[in-house]
């Protein structure tokens, strides 16, 4: 398998280019932010904060991550000693967060974790508070790749935390090492019983975007920054439309989310499925010896043409929220959350891929795990999630896209319209 280094390569020639500057969204939230954040220090190249004598914070996190997080910010507190926490934790996913932060800003957590993609959003929304302390510090400390996916412009807006994409994990009780380069051998299996040979989220735009991008189609043009371009509705996009239908009518496919997921290798009704390294330490649980991860399989379309399943690849990042009463106190907290020793926490614990340079090039310790291993194998085949606030468009027409297909109401009879409709969509003027 190819190390973590791969992954590394790989998201960092797919961000080179993508440096999320939007201008004109910049320039708007520019004076903005200088206002706000007037009353912080500015970076010194200091690891030292000017902490208060008191301070409260709230920070949310994902459920899977909550006794995580909260073990770290005990360590924090011991961290900075002189200061008396109060520390109030919620949970929102990364995938929630940017709609629960800018439905109220000022009710929202100081401090909270979100998706790369939604930075874009955050950002010109205001609702994000410009990183000024120990920023050339931070950029230094993590990979290029994840810091260009912080950033608006040349200014810091988040702190990296892993790096992530999905992948396959399949019970080796019913398919091999070889079975599961395709999915076409995955589906010809007989598996026997109530076991389902496939399963992945359709209706989830994260995940049935990989199928176009294996065709070869492209959201947002050739590096994900032009809002006027995706061209899903043309002969390629096509070719991937058809196998999600051919797909979804296949009795040996199975839609699923995460609980289902983890529900049917618990019982051992399922060969293999589409998710990630969130998911790893239960499926683990479930198939002992029987655990299988790698990259995602083949897929042959209708034209005859064969190429690896694509997929998103993006950053879990940390956010500090523009109307904190405490900014100097977040800082250091999103700091210590997205430092070496949490980073290595997350690696060991959770099996996410760091952002941290040291960590990174540790190939030997890294390569041992197989989880971050498939992340890697899988990332050279990945394409990096947009982060212009555009992105905050495909979403809801992605997922109901795939429920479309799941439910029968979109077949190769109207799918071009289908598909037409949803380019529509994505491309509408932001509001």
């Not at 379309?301 to 100097?328: C, H, R, V, W, Y």
């Amino acid at each position: 398998m190819k190390k973590i280094l791969a992954v590394i390569m790989s998201l960092s020639m797919l961000l080179a280019a993508t440096a999320c500057s939007n201008d004109s969204n910049s320039s708007k939230s520019e004076s903005k932010s200088d206002s706000q954040n007037s009353g912080g220090t500015s970076n010194t190249g200091s690891d030292e904060y000017q902490l208060k004598e008191s301070a409260s914070l709230k920070v949310w996190a994902s459920q899977e991550d909550q006794e995580i997080v909260k073990e770290m910010v005990e360590s924090f507190k011991k961290k900075y000693p002189d200061t008396t926490w109060n520390i109030e934790f919620g949970v929102v996913s990364e995938a929630d967060a940017k709609s629960e932060v800018l439905k109220d800003t000022e009710a929202a957590a100081d401090v909270f974790a979100f998706a790369s993609d939604q930075l874009g959003e955050l950002q010109s929304a205001g609702a994000l508070y410009k990183i000024t302390k120990n920023k050339d510090r931070i950029i230094a400390d993590n990979i290029d790749a994840s810091i260009n996916a912080s950033k608006v412009g040349d200014d810091l807006y988040a702190y990296p935390s892993s790096s992530d994409t999905y992948f396959m994990y399949y019970d080796k009780k019913y398919l091999s090492d070889e079975d599961v380069k395709s999915l076409e051998t995955i589906l010809s299996k007989n598996l026997g019983g109530d076991v389902v040979n496939f399963s992945f989220d359709m209706d989830n735009g994260w995940y049935n975007a990989g199928f176009f991008f294996a065709a070869g189609a492209k959201l947002f043009g050739d590096d994900g920054t032009d809002p006027t371009k995706c061209d899903f509705n043309n002969e390629k996009g096509l070719l991937a439309a058809k196998y999600l239908i051919s797909l979804a009518n296949n009795s040996k496919f199975k839609l699923t989310e995460d609980d289902i997921t983890k529900a049917d290798f618990a019982d051992r009704k399922l060969g293999a499925t589409i998710s990630g390294s969130w998911n790893a330490e239960d499926i683990k649980k479930s198939l002992g010896d029987d655990f299988g991860v790698t990259k995602l399989p083949t897929v042959t379309f209708e034209d005859g043409t064969t190429t690896n399943l694509g997929s998103m690849a993006n950053f879990k990042l940390i956010g500090i929220n523009s109307q904190t009463k405490s900014p100097m106190e977040a800082m250091a907290l999103a700091d210590y959350l997205t430092s070496y020793e949490c980073q290595k926490i997350r690696f060991e614990k959770r099996s996410f891929a760091p952002t941290n340079k040291e960590l990174a090039g540790d190939k030997d310790a890294l390569s041992s795990n197989p989880v971050v291993a498939a992340a890697a194998e899988q990332a050279q085949y990945a394409t990096l999630q947009s982060t212009i606030p555009q992105m905050g468009n495909f979403w809801t027409p992605a997922e109901a896209f795939g429920a479309a297909i799941v439910n029968k109401e979109i077949t190769v009879d109207n799918v071009q319209e289908r598909l037409d409709k949803l380019v529509e969509s994505i491309l509408s003027t932001l509001t």
